[in-house]
Structure formats: C-alpha cells, structure tokens
C-alpha cells in the first residue's frame, strides 16, 4: 500500500505543478488565447454573417479559406524554423542573434507570398473546381465558383500584411512579449466584424456587396493589425532591441542560413505538407456532395474557437520549454514540458465536455438546410471526442521542435498525414459506402497511432538539446 501511495505521489508530482509553475505558463498562454479566441470568434460571427446570405456564398468562401490555410500554414512554417533559433538566442540574450532571425524570416516570408500569389493567380479556378465534384445541381456549382472566384482575388491583396503580421508577432512572442500580437490582433478582428456588417449587408448607405463585402473587410482589418504591430515594435526599441539597424541590411550570415534551413526546411514542408493534406481531407470528404462541404465549414469554424486551449498550450510549449533549452537547463525543460502536456490534456477534456453539449445548437445560426446542420452536429462531436488527443499530439509536436528535433516532426506530423489519414479517407469515400461521418471518424481514430508514436519519443527525450551553443 505504501508503495502505490508512494508511485501515486511521484506521478502527481511530475505532472502536476505547483501555483507559480501555472502563473508562468497562463502568462504566455492566456494573451495567446485571447487573442485567438477573440480572431476565432470573429471569424465565427463573420461565418455566420456570410451564411446568413446562402449556403453556395457560404461554401465558396469556405473552399477558398481551405485554400488559404495552406498558405498561412506555409507561412507559419517559414518563420517557424528561424523560430526555433529566436527562441533559444533569446534565452541566451543574444540581441544580434535575434536580428539576424528576423532578416531571415523577412526573406522567407516574401517569397512565399509572392509564390502563393501566382500560383493562385494562374490556377485558382481549378483548384476551387476541385472540391465541386460531389452531388448538387450545376446551378449551384456554378454558383459556388464564382463567388469563391470573388472572394479569392480581393484576399490575395491582404497576404503581404499578413506575412509581416507574422515575422514580429512570432518574434515577439518567442521574446516572451505576447501582449502586442494580442492588442493588434483583437483591434483588427473588431475592425473586420464592423466592416464585414456594413459591407456584407449593405448598411449606412454603402452597397451590399456579400461576399467581395467579407473579403474586403478582412483585407482593411490585415493592414490594421500591420500597422499597429509593426509602428509600436519600432517605436518601443528599448524594448525590441532586436529592431535597431534591423533594415540597415538584408544580409544573414550564410551560417546562420544553413543551420536555419537545416532545421527550418523539414518545418516548413511539414507545415505546408500538413495543410495540403488537410485540404485533400476535406476534397475527400466533398465527394459526397456539396452539403458536406457546408457542413465542415460550420463545424470547422466552431472548432477553431474551442481549439485555442491547446492550440495556445502547445505554442507555450515552444516558447517556455525553447528558452530552457537554450538556457542550458536540461532537466528543468524535461519538467516543466511533462507537466505543461499534462495541464494541456486536463484543460481540453473540460473544454471537449462543454462542447458536447453545446455541439447541436451550433449549426442553428446558420441559415442553411437540414442536412448540412446535421452534418455539422456530428463533425462537432466527433472533434470533441477525440479534442484531448489533439491536445496531447500538438503538445508533443512543440516539444519535439523546441529542441530542433524538425525532421522527427516532419515525419510524425505532414509525413502521417499523408500516408495514414489520406489514404484512410480516400479509400473508405471513393471506394466504400460507408456515411461521411464513418470516414470522418476512422481518420481521427487514425490518429492513436501518432499518439503512441508521440508519447514514446518525448519520454525518451530525443529533443532535449541546446541548438544554439
């Protein structure tokens, strides 16, 4: 009995830590949070407001931020790389370090905006095309297109402030100041939510423009959040010593250069691999009509917003378990990420609960048909269900990349998904009869396996090192 008591002890003690072990993560975690949330509510209300015009309104802009999210995800790849490295110059106090981070970040941003550009200049028709291959009428496939063709060419001139948006505010946040991104990013969603109510709708005088009114908005609320980020970062040098000479050059020391595309390149063909397969999940899912199609946008959305708790978590996980490593402190960055994966897991099994029960009122705000609601109340419980292994695989995935360790996660994140939960979903939708909320199932189970995977690799601590000594 003593020993349980003793075993039950050691285990409360390694995943359980004390109240200033929280107050340090909630501190990084919260602004996070916040800032996501009130971004993902918006987007929410924004959703909701384009599906109060129609469902083909709805699932055009719904194809084209499928779309999208391979590019913010490429994005977020990019400077995630350089990332790795800000964080551990940090924790060294390493300012010119840091510098040097960011002019790569500048460099790897812009040339995959202007990339993403073109790509959709040329083949956005086709690619839009591509998920309007299940059941519904040629109207509305038609329909569809074009305004997913509307709202896709007044978006591709909001990318060059939201690529900037990302070089400070992931700078910023690897620096421990996550309040700024936080500030910018709430005034710029209420910024979006006002205009997308004036010019969606046509209110004031303006014309009723739907969803060009969406696009337009969201692009308004981007050079917004840019200004504020990018002025006050500049002004405050004391504080942003980074900032000082940053454009006096463009030039990153070609060592520097390699060691980051060393550990950066499997980053972001992971990001960007990852995005496209969970654009190719939801292509697998449209053969089954475009319902499905409306059905994920609306559960897509909602998720995102009960997303954030891990989604903030696992980011503090690279940000408080990177400065460690870079610190040189070892067996505190073991410590603290067991405990900060198990805080996550227990916050995301409360949050997945009220999900659940809230999960059939969702789909009533919007203003579509019976099936699509239906649709989208059992993709809400399903996510749910399985939200505290989400929570448990994001966690691992940022502590496999504090320590640099980019091409385990390659394999274990865009490398998995492309080889396991695609050809889960292919197969059982082309070649099986099974319900698209079966297929939607089996690939989350699919899952489990990269949890195993996950679990066995942060015990045994393959990326506990310090990449910047």
């Known amino acids: 009995m003593a020993t349980t008591r003793t075993a039950k002890h050691n285990l409360i003690h390694k995943l359980v830590g004390n109240r200033a072990f929280y107050k340090m993560v909630l501190a990084i975690a919260v602004p996070i949070m916040i800032q996501n949330g009130i971004t993902n509510f918006v987007s ?28 913010n995800l490429c994005l977020f790849g990019g400077v995630s790389g ?27 941003v812009f040339v995959i905006t202007l990339f993403t550009i073109i790509l959709l ?10 998920y309007l291959q299940g059941e519904g009428t040629a109207e509305s496939v038609a329909a569809t297109l074009l305004y997913g063709r509307q709202y896709l060419w007044i978006m591709l ?3 060059p402030p939201f690529m900037m948006v990302q070089v400070y505010s992931s700078t910023l946040r690897e620096c421990g100041q996550t309040i700024l991104p936080m500030k910018a990013g709430i005034i710029a969603v209420f910024v979006n939510l006002v205009l997308n109510y004036i010019l969606i709708y046509g209110k004031f005088g303006v014309p009723a423009l739907g969803v060009q009114g969406a696009a337009i908005a969201t692009i308004i609320s981007r050079y917004v959040e840019a200004s504020i980020v990018l002025i006050h970062t500049h002004k ?43 654009a190719m999940l939801t292509q697998c899912y449209s053969v089954r009509g475009l319902n499905v199609i409306a059905g994920l946008n609306i559960s897509n959305t909602i998720n995102n917003v009960f997303n954030i708790v891990f989604i903030a978590l696992g980011d503090s996980v690279a940000i408080i378990v990177g400065q460690l490593l870079g610190a040189g402190k070892m067996e505190e960055a073991r410590d603290t990420d067991n405990k900060m994966i198990a805080f996550s897991v227990f916050c995301c099994t409360c949050v997945a609960l009220v999900m659940l029960v809230l999960a059939r009122f969702f789909p009533l705000l919007y203003k579509t048909n019976d099936e699509a609601r239906t649709l989208a109340t059992y993709f809400i419980m399903i996510c749910a269900i399985f939200m505290p292994q989400n ?12 320590g640099g360790k980019t091409i385990i996660t390659f394999l274990f994140d ?23 909320i079966a297929v939607f199932t089996f690939v989350q189970m699919g899952d489990l396996i990269k949890c195993i995977i996950g679990f066995v690799l942060v015990k045994k601590g393959v990326w506990l090192q310090n990449i910047v000594a």
Not at 82 to 105: L, S
Not at 121 to 130: D, K, M, S
Not at 391 to 402: D, G, I, K, Q
Request: glycine share 8%; aromatic share 12%.
């Open 121 to 130: 200049l040329v083949t956005g028709n086709p690619l839009i095309a591509l």
């Open 391 to 402: 929570a448990f695989l994001h966690a691992s995935y940022f502590t496999l990349r504090s």
């Open 236 to 278: 405050h040098k004391e504080q942003n010593p980074f900032v000082e000479g940053l454009y006096s050059s463009l030039k990153v020391p070609g060592n520097l250069v390699q060691k980051i595309l060393i550990k950066g390149t499997p980053l972001l063909l992971n990001e960007t691999l990852w995005a496209a397969g969970m």
């Open 414 to 436: 865009s490398v998995f998904i492309w080889c396991v939960s695609v050809t889960i979903a292919y197969t059982l939708s082309h070649y099986t009869a099974l319900p698209v």
């Open 157 to 159: 001139l909001g990318l």
């Open 82 to 108: 350089a990332g790795i490295f800000t964080a551990q110059y940090f924790g060294q106090k390493n300012v010119e370090g840091i510098r040097q981070t960011v002019r790569f970040k500048v460099w790897m």
């Open 44 to 71: 929410l209300l924004d959703n909701i407001m384009i599906g109060q015009i129609g469902t083909e309104q709805m699932s055009g802009v719904a194809i084209v931020n499928q779309l999208l999210f391979v590019y």
